[in-house]
């Protein structure tokens, strides 16, 4: 039983369900060579000037699938450092293949849990940039608790990005828009970049996956959401 000053404890956000899945050659050949040359320890906390060799603006994509979008955003920006978290093995596999292949720099990555990673792994207000496109929608409204948006996450994503930086988010699945929106919209600390303080174009700096252009062909409708964690003086 909790005594009258202890608070309880905050629940942890499992999103996710940790799918194998089927590695193809490629992807091992990555994971065997290229681990130490992209992938960064989740118990150190991340020092940025000694991985990337600098210091310039820290982006951080949650759970970039096969990296498609994170590897184009970074050829794209050149002048900005970004940092992947996934935690399917294949995914993290193909992004290096693709690293590699396109001699692209500035990309770091952490396979494991994200909530873990922003919580320990990333210094308070450091990042520029927060991307999570298409997450895990969790249908079905017993699931509902699993969806990574919602207020704990906000109050995290409060603590390390850094006052301009922004939060990205984008998925296909509209009634998660409407949730997402509300428990953005409600908290004080951020900004809606909307003129209508709904939903945004997709920005041209957001790739579009083979995954949404295939559901863009058959009708499916895509939110974007963006936010800005408002500057305090």
């Known amino acids: ?15 996710f ?3 194998q899945g089927r590695i ?11 681990w130490d040359k992209y992938c960064l320890d989740p118990a150190k906390l991340l020092d940025v000037e000694p991985v990337f ?20 955003l970074a050829a794209a ?61 969790w249908p079905k409204k017993k699931h509902h608790k699993r969806r990574i948006v919602q207020a704990g996450f906000i ?3 409060a603590k390390k ?5 922004y939060f990205h988010v984008a998925t296909d699945w509209e009634h998660y828009a409407d949730a997402m929106l509300k428990v953005l919209t409600d ?4 900004r809606n970049t909307s003129i209508a303080n709904s939903f945004c174009p997709r920005p041209e700096y957001r790739p579009l996956t083979k995954f949404e252009q295939r559901g863009l062909r058959l009708g499916h409708g895509v939110w974007d959401l963006i936010f800005k964690k408002i500057n305090r003086l």
């Open 155 to 157: 109050d995290l994503l």
């Open 77 to 137: 920006n050149p002048d900005r450092d970004y940092v992947g978290i996934e935690v399917h093995r294949p995914g993290v596999g193909h992004l290096m293949m693709q690293l590699e292949q396109a001699g692209i720099t500035n990309v770091r990555i952490y396979c494991h849990d994200a909530i873990e990673i922003l919580t320990s792994s990333l210094t308070d207000d450091s990042l520029s940039a927060v991307y999570l496109f298409f997450p895990d929608p």
């Open 187 to 190: 908290d004080a600390r951020f």
């Open 24 to 34: 193809t050659q490629g992807q091992q050949f990555a994971l065997d060579n290229h």
């Open 161 to 165: 990005l850094k006052s301009g930086g």
């Open 17 to 19: 369900i940790r799918r």
């Open 53 to 72: 060799g600098r210091i310039a603006p820290l982006c951080v994509e949650i759970g970039f699938g096969n990296g498609e979008c994170l590897a184009q």
């Open 1 to 15: 039983m909790l005594e009258p000053t202890e608070q309880p404890p905050i629940r942890k956000i499992r999103s």
